[in-house]
């Protein structure tokens, strides 16, 4: 009797094997390829994943374990190298696109594919000038913030924000985890441009609002319920506004007194600006706008300092060559001049290639969009309102436009121009980032500074990397920071 059950129990076991991995596991599939049969053209080769969490669970797998090219390698190998893919991810039917030649038709079709990024981010971070149509008061709102406008404006707010916290940072005595501090640095940087001085206190109010928030961006499961980090995020949101309308309010209130403060803050420029309909910015704009600024700009600056630094440690020849250019740069500079100079900036060109080629290893994996309609790209069908992740991180490693992608080399860049949609770490087109000029000042004024003047010692070098929300070690890279006279 004992020899009968053992057989019916693994036969019961086999039977919800089989359920499980060849019904439950496809339902999704049947699902779609069921409901678009009567398409002229077929979905993209893929895998949809579970019925209803579809693929987030290996997409978690790969991200949490900091190897997130794991995951659309995985679907290449088993779906060959189309370039576009089907999958299920944050709660929508999505495809996958990596060929250059999609994803630049992708990004440049603001008709047929709008921002489709998922709640969470939508939600936070959304901004209505940013996400218009109307290009003029995008532009006037973006322009303070874009080209030579950042160097005449800003650099010298940059330079001593870097100077600062790099003297701090190397003056304590315990390690230090790298990344929180650049992470500070970085909202130094928008806060200063947004709004010039401000009270420390409320500097750091907002700031910690401003971590919940980041936070929750890209959560897996955005529920707005109590004890869930994304309804957290949401009342830090309105907590943060609360506070950056007082200052609104404040800064009216001087310029109406006629104590106009400093001009290029970028707070008195909006607060004079004219929409297209001629009236000035809603207040609930300008705090969107500073918050959008925040999230485009603070982690992922915070990022890329922290990375660069770790990729030029372990790579002492690119460190070498980087330093050289530096000190003959500083060698050719006027006894009487203290500061950096725009000209200076402009010489740094193997620095310029440093942060390039940290951008094309580490950039966000995907720019979001959705089908507004349904439309079929070289010979698959898309349905109107599927999400399109136009994966970047998956072509900036692709060895057709990159050799050898997974080495960290600066100098691939030399005399090189990438072709058109091959290398996308800001966009394309019209939603082309406002903040990449921004972004590289801030990220080549601080590595100027660090590479000339310090060095980083790890504490863990081995430590694991994790690539949820961003790329960065387990351990945000304990450190050391020592000045190079004091070592």
């Not at 009236?279 to 704009?285: V, Y």
Request: with cysteine; proline share 5%.
């Amino acid at each position: 009797m004992k020899f009968q059950w053992f057989w019916i129990s693994a036969a019961t076991l086999f039977a919800c094997y089989i359920f499980v991995n060849k019904v439950l596991r496809n339902l999704n599939d049947w699902y779609y390829d069921l409901k678009f049969r009567k398409t002229p053209n077929p979905l993209p080769p893929g895998d949809m994943g579970w019925p209803l969490i579809g693929n987030l669970w290996p997409f978690f797998k790969c991200f949490s374990s900091g190897h997130r090219e794991t995951f659309i390698n995985n679907i290449v190998l088993r779906y060959r190298r189309t370039g576009i893919y089907k999958t299920h991810l944050y709660g929508s039917p999505s495809i996958i696109v990596t060929a250059h030649d999609m994803c630049k038709k992708v990004l440049n079709d603001e008709v047929t594919f709008k921002l489709g990024y998922p709640k969470a981010v939508t939600v936070l971070a959304y901004n209505r000038i940013l996400s218009s149509e109307h290009g003029r008061l995008k532009r006037l709102v973006t322009a303070p913030i874009a080209g030579h406008n950042v160097s005449t404006m800003y650099l010298e707010r940059i330079e001593d924000i870097v100077i600062n916290k790099l003297e701090e940072l190397s003056s304590m005595k315990h390690p230090i985890e790298f990344l929180p501090e650049m992470r500070k640095v970085s909202f130094q940087f928008v806060v200063q441009i947004f709004m010039g001085s401000c009270d420390q206190g409320t500097v750091n109010e907002i700031g910690d609002l401003f971590h919940v928030m980041s936070s929750a961006l890209f959560s897996l499961m955005p529920i707005n319920a109590p004890g869930f980090l994304f309804n957290k995020a949401l009342k830090a949101r309105k907590k943060f506004a609360k506070i950056v309308q007082s200052i609104i309010d404040e800064r009216r209130m001087t310029t109406k007194n006629g104590q106009i403060g400093e001009k290029n803050d970028l707070l008195n420029i909006l607060l004079e600006i004219n929409d297209e309909e001629g009236e000035k910015l809603e207040d609930k704009d300008i705090i969107d706008l500073l918050i959008s600024l925040l999230f485009g700009g603070h982690d992922s600056t915070a990022a890329g300092m922290m990375l660069t630094i770790m990729h030029l440690t372990t790579h002492p020849h690119c460190l070498k060559k980087a330093k050289e250019e530096q000190e003959e740069i500083m060698k050719a500079r006027p006894s009487s001049q203290k500061r950096l100079s725009i000209e200076e900036i402009k010489k740094m060109v193997y620095l310029s290639q440093v942060f390039d080629e940290t951008l094309r290893h580490t950039s966000v994996f995907s720019l979001f969009r959705e089908a507004t309609t349904d439309v079929n790209i070289n010979g698959y069908f898309i349905p109107k309102g599927w999400k399109v992740l136009v994966w970047l991180s998956a072509m900036h490693m692709t060895p057709e436009h990159h050799s050898n992608p997974e080495e960290y080399n600066p100098s691939r860049w030399d005399n090189y121009n990438p072709a058109t949609g091959t290398f996308l770490p800001f966009g394309i087109g019209r939603r082309l980032c406002p903040g990449r000029d921004l972004s590289r000042y801030e990220m080549i004024i601080f590595l100027h500074y660090f590479i000339l003047n310090y060095k980083l010692e790890r504490i863990n070098p081995e430590c694991p990397m994790t690539a949820l929300p961003y790329l960065k070690p387990v351990d945000n890279c304990l450190a050391k920071v020592i000045k190079l006279s004091d070592s």
